[in-house]
Structure formats: C-alpha cells, structure tokens
C-alpha cells in the first residue's frame, strides 16, 4: 500500500471526516497537524500546488486535493486502486 499524507486541523470537520474513511478502508496514514506544527504549512501549499485549506490529502506522490475529492474517489471506485502498491 502507497504511504498516505493528511494535512489536516485539529477543529476542522472535513479532516475528521476524511481520517475517518481510510481508517474505515484500514488505511495507516501520517497526519500533520499544521495548527500545532505551523512551520509545515508552506510545505503543504507547494505539495498542494497553492492549496491552502485542510485537508490536503497524498497517496503517495498523488495530491488527491481534499476531503470531497477523497470521497469521490471512493465513490467511483478509485480509492482502492490508488491505494494499491
């Protein structure tokens, strides 16, 4: 399974709502908090190319964008796929 990159805020709903789904699909992922770690906020913007709200969300070297573009992937049956190694 390709690593799996959120960087998210603690008060924001969309982030919880998209941890939620990979933890539902079983998914280990690696989540940075740029409220507590505000330093990794411009690492985020280019990874993002200019995306500046959380979620942004990476599955392995894909910017999947946020949370609704997460769950449109799953409903079109692409999230697993991508996930796959």
Known sequence: MKPVEIYTS???GFCHAAKRLLTQKGVAFTEIDVRSDPDRKPEMIARANGGRT???IFIGETHVGGCDDLYALERAGKLDPLLAA
């Open 10 to 12: 603690p008060l924001c």
């Open 54 to 56: 959380v979620p942004q």
